[in-house]
């Protein structure tokens, strides 16, 4: 399931004394590897910068390559340099300057161990990276494949427009590292759902961004265009069973947006409780802890973060449909048509925008209620699709 918009959490007049304050109660419990550990001083540095490389072993399911983590220079919502990961797979079996795939990763979490650089290596069936078949095909065509840690050092579950600078700044970083010689390869990106989220942004954002990398194609899915639309959609009145994604959501943005949402002031006893436990929790234990709930629920007074306009405008900055940019790059999109969980409109009228800008567009609707059986039936051919362009195949479009 994607990454899902703050839904009402914050917003509220009437003001009672918060339980702890949003950094006490809200920010990740930090990893104990000293690899992950926030840079002093990055004062100087530029966005793509390598800060530390590392060799590891491969993660289980891959082979034939070689497995690196780069700590790398990028910046958050208000222009700071802060450290963010990548993990680096390079193919045994590959040319210099070969091609270059940055994958985002679905990640519903805000706890930094579901992050894809813990849970490559995870025993957990739970935060197993379901992708790794399809990361093997690629590896095994001689691609570099790069997996950034997409939602940041805070977790930032939600802060979309992060995830498309950090995707960016991850291959900056991996072209800049010497031993994978990369540094003229042709890039693609590709990812569904929340990694789809952080692809779409990349590819939106790159020609003000990053107009240097040398992109030939992404490929995206499921993806959440509108967030106001898909908060409203999970539990904005009524209880949803879904509820849990979104109030994680609302944490990730309050992290990213602190000043903005001051999450922790403004909620009921129940919202303290349900923050408590779930700010450093995955996929399964963000649905359980919210099933059943609303953000009427969780809010005092019962009101939402749409009626806070300095709110709402957080969540329509990290909704792609409202961002008036758009890629320049070849684009396979593909979702379900009667997806239940996502606003299809949303997309459908981004599409549309992106077909009158003159973007190359090859859209694929695959017929399934559910929202990660079109993640499945979609990534082989988004794949065939980039390696055409790899291959410097012309790019199809059915605007």
Not at 170 to 178: K, L, N, Q, W
Not at 264 to 292: F, S, V, Y
Not at 327 to 351: K, M, N, R, Y
């Given at each position: 399931m994607a990454v899902i918009a703050c839904v009402g959490v914050v917003g509220m007049t009437v003001v009672p004394a918060p339980m702890a304050s949003a950094a006490q109660v809200a920010a990740p419990t930090p990893l104990p590897d000293p690899f992950y550990s926030a840079q002093p001083n990055l004062k100087g540095r530029h966005a793509g910068d390598i800060l530390q490389v590392r060799g590891r072993e491969n993660p289980p399911g891959f082979f034939d390559i070689k497995t690196y983590q780069l700590k790398f220079v990028t910046t958050d919502v208000n222009g700071k340099p802060m450290a963010a990961i990548t993990t680096l797979m390079l193919p045994n079996r590959r040319v210099a300057d070969g091609p270059l795939l940055s994958f985002q990763h679905v990640i519903n979490a805000v706890g930094l161990q579901c992050a894809p650089s813990q849970a490559l290596w995870t025993s957990?069936?739970?935060?197993?990276?379901?992708?790794?078949?399809?990361l093997n095909v690629a590896l095994q065509k001689g691609w570099a494949v790069a997996i950034p840690d997409h939602l940041g050092p805070r977790s930032a579950y939600g802060a979309a427009l992060l995830g498309g600078r950090i995707t960016?700044?991850?291959?900056?970083?991996?072209?800049?590292?010497?031993?994978?010689?990369l540094a003229k390869s042709k890039v693609a990106m590709a990812g569904y759902s929340g990694g789809g989220m952080a692809t779409a942004w990349a590819a939106a954002l790159a020609p003000t961004y990053a107009p240097e990398l040398k992109m030939v194609g992404a490929a995206f899915g499921g993806v959440p265009?509108?967030?106001?639309?898909?908060?409203?959609?999970?539990?904005?009145?009524?209880?949803?069973p879904a509820f849990g994604l979104a109030f994680a959501a609302a944490i990730g943005l309050a992290r990213e947006y602190?000043?903005?949402?001051?999450?922790?002031?403004?909620?009921?006893?129940?919202?303290?409780?349900?923050?408590?436990?779930?700010?450093?929790?995955?996929?399964?234990?963000?649905?359980?802890?919210?099933?059943?709930?609303?953000?009427?629920?969780?809010?005092?007074?019962?009101?939402?973060?749409?009626?806070?306009?300095?709110?709402?405008k957080v969540v329509q900055d990290n909704s792609l449909a409202l961002f008036p940019?758009?890629?320049?790059?070849?684009?396979?999109?593909?979702?379900?048509?009667?997806?239940?969980?996502?606003?299809?409109?949303?997309?459908?009228?981004?599409?549309?925008r992106y077909c009158r800008a003159g973007v190359r567009m090859e859209m694929v609707r695959i017929p399934t209620p559910d929202h990660m059986t079109a993640a499945v039936l979609g990534v082989l051919p988004a794949l065939n699709y980039l390696s055409d362009r790899f291959d410097g195949k012309p790019a199809p479009s059915n605007c």
């Open positions: 957990d069936p739970n935060l197993a990276i379901r992708e790794a078949p399809a960016l700044d991850g291959i900056r970083a991996v072209r800049a590292f010497s031993a994978a010689n265009m509108d967030l106001i639309k898909m908060a409203q959609g999970l539990g904005y009145d009524n209880p949803h602190p000043k903005q949402i001051p999450m922790a002031d403004h909620l009921t006893p129940l919202g303290h409780a349900m923050l408590n436990e779930m700010r450093n929790a995955c996929t399964n234990d963000i649905l359980r802890i919210g099933a059943g709930h609303s953000a009427k629920q969780v809010a005092e007074g019962g009101k939402q973060v749409f009626e806070d306009p300095v709110a709402r940019g758009h890629p320049q790059i070849p684009v396979f999109e593909w979702h379900s048509p009667i997806d239940g969980l996502i606003p299809v409109d949303a997309i459908d009228a981004t599409d549309a």
